[in-house]
């Protein structure tokens, strides 16, 4: 079974850098796509980044490329996201996300989820 723990969340300010994390477990994960989504309250889970296990290939949502960046340590099995240059549009729960390719930038389409962590930003 996989299992994926988040980390690194918290409160900084508008301009301000955070770095999330997403321990993974439970398999080995070279034919698997992750990804970080976000909720923010009253608004739909929305993709953020993903990432090809294998390749490495990234794809970023608009809204966040640019600031955003995310990378993976196969030796760890270890997700993150690199977040600079933070938004107050930015605070949400923060979830790490993973599925057998090929990689879907939707939350409907992964298989398995972390907890989340939160991410506020204050202006």
């Known amino acids: 079974q996989v299992q994926l723990v988040e980390s690194g969340g918290g409160l900084v300010q508008a301009g301000g850098s955070l770095r999330l994390s997403c321990a993974a477990s439970?398999?080995?994960?070279?034919?698997?796509?992750m990804g970080w989504f976000r909720q923010a309250p009253g608004k739909e889970r929305e993709f953020v980044a993903a990432?090809?296990?294998?390749?490495?290939?990234?794809y970023y949502a608009d809204s966040v490329k640019g600031r955003f960046t995310i990378s993976r340590d196969n030796a760890k099995n270890t997700l993150y996201l690199q977040m600079n240059s933070l938004k107050p549009e930015d605070t949400a729960v923060y979830y790490c996300?993973?599925?057998?390719?090929?990689?879907?930038?939707?939350?409907?389409?992964?298989?398995?989820w972390g907890q989340g962590t939160q991410v506020t930003v204050s202006s």
């Open positions: 996300a993973a599925r057998r390719l090929p990689l879907v930038a939707a939350p409907d389409g992964m298989e398995y």
């Open positions: 439970g398999r080995t994960f070279s034919t698997y796509a």
């Open positions: 990432i090809n296990w294998s390749s490495g290939r990234t």
